[in-house]
């Protein structure tokens, strides 16, 4: 979150809302209201979650916004529900047996202070 806020701010956002959820679709639709309020001019959101994009999609349609035309939504995780929201959720697809792999490994080896990059992937639906 803390580069994607800066990359904005370098790009000429200023101020850059972030509203915080707990990664249910619950979460997402309050998240969403809340930005709606301190943000009402707001057309693109990106959600930590494919979960809470699910939720921020169905606040943007309940407040009489269309997606995308009006506010493009990009998810993160490439999950199930990403290809049954509707419109079907842009998102960002990182390799979640790879994760457990090198996570399960580093646990094992007692290794500190390594910090892996995994190779993510964007996944281009109908929602941006």
């Known amino acids: 979150m803390e580069g994607l806020v800066r990359t904005l701010q ?35 959101v990106f959600v930590a979650s494919d979960l809470m994009a699910a939720g921020a999609i ?20 490439d999950a199930p529900v990403a290809r049954h ?7 960002i697809r990182q390799p979640v047996e790879e994760l457990a792999t090198v996570a399960t490994r ?6 500190s202070g390594v910090d892996p990059v995994l190779p993510t992937e964007l996944v281009v639906r109908e929602s941006a």
């Open 58 to 77: 169905q606040a943007l349609r309940r407040a009489g916004r269309k997606v995308p035309a009006d506010v493009a939504v990009i998810g993160f995780d």
């Open 10 to 44: 370098a790009a000429g956002a200023p101020d850059v809302p972030v509203a915080y959820g707990d990664f249910t679709a619950a979460s997402g639709t309050h998240a969403m209201q809340w930005l709606l309020r301190h943000a009402p001019g707001l057309d693109a």
């Open 106 to 111: 580093l646990l094992l080896t007692g290794a």
């Open 85 to 91: 929201t509707v419109p079907a959720l842009t998102t």
